[in-house]
């Protein structure tokens, strides 16, 4: 019963990782692997924390994945706490992808040096892999930014650690795109002040041929006076 309500649950949320831990820290049911249940995860930080009451939120690293995981206690009718839900999202492709997009800047995800996701496309994201065997790894790690070049693209790169062990993520942002954007800005800058310029001549011409005429006609009639 417990796997098949925990199932219902993990439906209507959409996760990943779904496991039921019991009071004392056992499991009782994983959702995503309905075989694995019983061992003990009482060790775990987060785990002991949500059993004392509090929510909690974190990574986690799991077969060759990193997951984004809340802790929630679960809470009996008697205001007793009976267990824990931990529930897991995948950082995929997808959530990369969306960073990107808020933020454009590309970044990949790394887990025991082989990335997981990637806002990159493939042939990129093959060179970065490369890159990171490499001894460039090592420049990376050792400065906050650095450029390198990908499929002739230079990109201004920094790699920062996440708090699992071996889990990284790489940010990049493409050097070439941004000297296209202010290429771009600057031809605009420049055609609007041109366009500015055209119109101020041509007004001021306008206007200095009706004040012209009538100055004219002052200066004919005061010589016939």
């Given at each position: 019963?417990?796997?098949?309500?925990?199932?219902?649950?993990?439906?209507?949320?959409?996760?990943?990782?779904?496991?039921?831990?019991?009071?004392?820290?056992?499991?009782?049911?994983?959702?995503?692997?309905p075989d694995q249940y019983g061992d003990d995860l009482s060790g775990d930080v987060q785990i002991t924390s949500a059993l004392?009451?509090?929510?909690?939120?974190g990574l986690l690293s799991y077969q060759g994945a990193i997951y984004q995981v809340v802790y929630v206690p679960l809470v009996?009718?008697?205001?007793?706490?009976?267990?824990?839900?931990?529930?897991?999202?995948?950082?995929?492709?997808?959530?990369?992808?969306?960073?990107?997009?808020?933020?454009?800047?590309?970044?990949?995800?790394?887990?025991?040096?082989?990335?997981?996701?990637?806002?990159?496309?493939?042939?990129?994201?093959?060179?970065?892999?490369?890159?990171?065997?490499?001894?460039?790894?090592?420049?990376?790690?050792?400065?906050?930014?650095?450029?390198?070049?990908?499929?002739?693209?230079?990109?201004?790169?920094?790699?920062?650690?996440?708090?699992?062990?071996?889990?990284?993520?790489?940010?990049q942002r493409s050097i070439d795109n941004e000297d296209r954007f202010f290429r771009r800005v600057r031809f605009f800058l420049?055609?609007?002040?041109?366009?500015?310029?055209?119109?101020?001549?041509?007004?001021?011409?306008?206007?200095?041929?009706?004040?012209?005429?009538?100055?004219?006609?002052?200066?004919?009639?005061?010589?016939?006076?």
């Amino acid at each position: 019963p417990i796997f098949d309500v925990a199932q219902i649950f993990r439906d209507q949320i959409k996760s990943n990782l779904f496991t039921v831990i019991d009071d004392s820290g056992v499991v009782l049911a994983r959702v995503h692997e309905p075989d694995q249940y019983g061992d003990d995860l009482s060790g775990d930080v987060q785990i002991t924390s949500a059993l004392n009451g509090e929510n909690g939120s974190g990574l986690l690293s799991y077969q060759g994945a990193i997951y984004q995981v809340v802790y929630v206690p679960l809470v009996s009718a008697g205001q007793t706490i009976s267990g824990v839900l931990r529930i897991g999202f995948h950082i995929d492709d997808e959530f990369a992808g969306t960073l990107k997009r808020l933020t454009r800047t590309d970044i990949t995800f790394v887990l025991d040096d082989e990335i997981v996701s990637s806002s990159l496309e493939n042939e990129k994201r093959s060179e970065i892999s490369a890159t990171l065997r490499s001894n460039h790894s090592n420049d990376i790690e050792n400065q906050s930014i650095i450029d390198i070049e990908i499929l002739e693209e230079r990109f201004r790169c920094t790699l920062i650690d996440l708090p699992i062990s071996g889990a990284k993520y790489l940010i990049q942002r493409s050097i070439d795109n941004e000297d296209r954007f202010f290429r771009r800005v600057r031809f605009f800058l420049l055609i609007v002040g041109l366009s500015s310029f055209a119109f101020a001549l041509l007004v001021s011409i306008i206007l200095a041929r009706g004040i012209a005429g009538p100055i004219r006609q002052l200066a004919d009639l005061s010589s016939k006076v």
